[in-house]
């Protein structure tokens, strides 16, 4: 959804608050129409009892930026993690170098236990691991995970290629765990390709679905 253009010119304020805030014609200068574009969707897949889940189209130079949105998913084998990796060109071995960091949130609905820190177990020092999103997160009728991954402008030749990612999990203990997922890919060849899977097990079942921001 393209965000609309507005004349700051146009707005009505108070002489007081116009003054404050010192607007004036150059105001215009500066317009929500500068501010983004849209989400273009561009795949979606679905697991169902899927060894991995690999996204091989659609991530390219066409935009800057990718996003992917997990929706709901389900591991068939209880206290997992979810991983990813990706590669470059029509490569399928997913052992692209990264450096990476961590750190989550958590409390359990018992109310009686919580935490905050960094998770040294999960961070990856220029290593080929597929990377930890998420942990814990339990296979029971209602337990699941969501989240986002953020990768930026992976078609650069020049620079390394960032990643940031969000994830919530039901943990298999009945608690809320927000995990924080960052850092790079240490090549400065086109990243084209995505895989997702469990630390053990399949993924039982969700939605997988890439954007384009334009």
Known sequence: MALSKVDFNNINVTPAASKALK?????????????????????????????TIDITSGIDSTYKEYIIKCIDIHPATNDQALTFQADTGTNTSYNQTMTTTRFKAGQNEAGNYTVLG????SDQAQATAFQVLTQNVGNGNDESLAGTLH??????????????????????????????????????????????????????????KLYGIS
């Not at 020049?158 to 999990?169: I, P, Q």
């Not at 927000?178 to 039982?204: E, L, P, Q």
Request: no cysteine.
């Open 23 to 51: 607007f004036n014609s150059a105001a215009d200068g500066f317009e929500t129409g500068d501010l983004g574009g849209s989400m273009v969707l561009l795949s979606t897949t679905t697991a169902s009892s899927s060894g």
């Open 151 to 208: 990768i930026f402008d992976p078609s650069n030749t020049t620079f390394v290629k960032h990643f940031l990612a969000t994830f919530n999990t039901y943990q298999h203990g009945d608690a809320t765990y927000n995990d924080f997922t960052a850092g790079y890919f240490n090549t400065t060849t086109a990243i084209t390709r995505v895989r997702f899977k469990m630390a053990s097990g399949n993924i039982d079942a969700g939605t997988f």
């Open 118 to 121: 960094y998770e040294t177990g």
